[in-house]
């Protein structure tokens, strides 16, 4: 059974770095992750897409967030990280991973395997 797990500090500084890690288990030994995805969910409001990482390792990200985002991943690890710079309390979110074998996800959005997402509070 193929299980995501997104880990991270929880409570940020602002204007600090966040590092989010998204680590796959459960799948075959043959699997390959073709297609990840962040999105996050602010308290009180929608999701938000934050960006996507392709098998070939190109990056997009949404426009509004892009200047302060990057993704990337460690495919030994089976493992994509977050990371998001000069933070503000309206980052305030859960953030979640999302990852599939299938590269259509990227335009899709369909991805088959979400984690259960990780609370992220930027406060002083």
């Known amino acids: 059974q193929v299980q995501l797990q997104e880990s991270g500090p929880g409570l940020v500084k602002p204007s600090q770095t966040l590092s989010l890690t998204c680590t796959v288990s459960g799948g075959s030994i043959t699997s390959t992750w073709d297609a990840w995805t962040w999105i996050r969910q602010p308290p009180g409001k929608g999701l938000e897409w934050m960006g996507v990482m392709a098998d070939d390792g190109s990056t997009a990200y949404n426009p509004s967030l892009k200047s302060r985002t990057s993704i990337s991943r460690d495919l030994s690890k089976n493992t994509a990280y977050l990371q998001m710079n000069s933070l503000k309390p309206e980052d305030t979110a859960v953030y979640y991973c999302?990852?599939?074998?299938?590269?259509?996800?990227?335009?899709?959005?369909?991805?088959?395997?979400w984690g259960q997402g990780t609370q992220v509070t930027v406060s002083s």
């Open positions: 999302g990852a599939d074998e299938d590269y259509s996800a990227i335009r899709t959005g369909e991805y088959h395997y």
